[in-house]
């Protein structure tokens, strides 16, 4: 018995096992989602780093642990308010988020380390906060693919609309 409720959206396999075509909006949808958790994150981490003077290798540690733990978090968080114990909770957000953090963690580090001056700049200065934000957006862009062909392939964020 197919119990759909309401989320007929959200199924992305067919009756015959092939994968149901993913949307570009699926993939947008997904990559937002992890966007958040690895934005609050990446900035929180980049904002200690910078305040308290850490060197760049030290900032960037930071933010990339940071973007781990709030990703996850924040997918935990919907998967637990299913009843979903916490041990297979967290499993089910490594599955989910690993792989589309770790883009955007690539993408927004490698931005912050390349824009000159971008990693020594002020918490006041512009440059800081510019390429920060240029950095997220263009990890969103280059990430959204990816996870339109991880939930095609029935993994990535697939994984956790099972339980919504």
């Known amino acids: ?6 989320h007929g959206h959200h199924d992305h396999a067919g009756h015959d096992g092939h994968a149901a075509p993913t949307t570009w909006r699926m993939a947008a949808q997904a990559t937002l989602h992890c966007l958040t958790g690895c934005a609050i994150g990446e900035i929180l981490g980049m904002v200690i780093g910078t305040a ?13 642990v940071l973007a781990f733990v709030f990703g996850y978090a924040l997918t935990m968080r919907g998967v637990l308010k299913a009843g979903v114990p916490l041990r297979q909770a967290l499993k089910v957000a490594l599955a989910a988020d690993t792989l589309s953090i770790a883009v955007m963690e690539i993408i ?10 971008a990693m ?21 862009v280059i990430t959204t693919p990816v996870n339109r062909w991880m939930i095609g392939r029935g993994k990535g964020h697939a994984v956790v609309h099972a339980y919504h």
């Open 1 to 6: 018995m197919d119990h759909d409720h309401g």
């Open 52 to 64: 308290a003077g850490l060197h760049n290798g030290a900032t960037v540690a930071l933010s990339v």
């Open 120 to 140: 020594d700049a002020g918490l006041s200065d512009l440059l800081f906060w510019g390429a920060l934000a240029g950095s997220l957006v263009l990890a969103f």
């Open 108 to 117: 927004d580090n490698t931005v912050m380390v390349t824009i000159p001056g």
